[in-house]
């Protein structure tokens, strides 16, 4: 079963691009958001994918096309604490107004929000929220409460918002799936984070041939272990399709 997985991984991988469609909606505090939208069957689950600080929806450029290909659809938001990234701008951040308090600037998490509003709205399929580094504690955060979202992606996860904010505390009482990645460095960290759970509830990734990255980054090609990364997620989506 291994071999087959890794020769779908590879077809997936050397697969041509989705096109992706820029969409806009708003959040609850008025802020609009933007997002590439990689619709390719309208059943299909949703990934919801969110970038790094000061990074934009280009973080997901390879990442987003390769999980169509794996029967999955997927949102790229622009979150507005980014600015750009693979030359992509921040189209949330561009357009935020000069008059909006910078209280409201600082709460990227309402957009996570007002994404899965979106999709739910308008798609049945399940919703799997994917996040990167800062976006990552989000995207966990939100899914613990949210009864639309029926698991959790994080990429290098932290306790970011402390004390206002405990991660470990919060994942006390996470009862979805829930998968976790890092870098090799971070893995202790990371294991420790989630030392709360049943085992039989998460898994804990690292690179076994290479250091790996910080953040979804790993799953670019420009990174050595990104098939090692690949696979492992390769393996955590398709339980969820069981």
Partial sequence: MRIILLAVFFFCCGSSIHSQQLVYFP????????????????????????HQEGASRGEYLE????????????????????????YVRNETFHHLPDTLPPSVK?????????????ISEQYTGDI???????????????????????????????????PAYSLKNDLASFEKPLF???SRREYAYLNEM????????????????GEGLHGSRSLWSANSSRDEYWLALLLFLRNLRE
Avoid: W
């Avoid at 990442?63 to 750009?84: Q, S, Y």
């Avoid at 994917?130 to 639309?148: E, F």
């Avoid at 989630?194 to 041939?209: D, H, Y």
């Fill in 27 to 50: 959040a609850d505090d008025g802020v609009i958001v933007y997002a590439d939208l990689y619709s390719v069957n309208d059943t299909f689950p949703f990934i919801l994918l969110f």
């Fill in 63 to 86: 990442t987003a096309p390769r999980l169509n290909k794996l029967g999955f659809n997927c949102l790229a938001v622009d979150m507005r604490n980014g600015r750009e990234m693979n």
């Fill in 106 to 118: 600082t709460r990227p998490e309402n957009d996570i929000r007002a994404a899965i509003q979106y």
């Fill in 128 to 162: 799997i929220l994917m996040g990167s580094s800062i976006a990552a504690t989000l995207a966990v955060k939100v899914a613990v409460a949210d009864s639309l979202v029926s698991a959790a992606i994080a990429f290098s996860p932290g306790e970011y918002f402390l």
């Fill in 180 to 182: 976790v990645a890092g």
């Fill in 194 to 209: 989630v030392s709360k759970l049943p085992a039989e509830s998460f898994e804990v990734f690292q690179p076994e041939n």
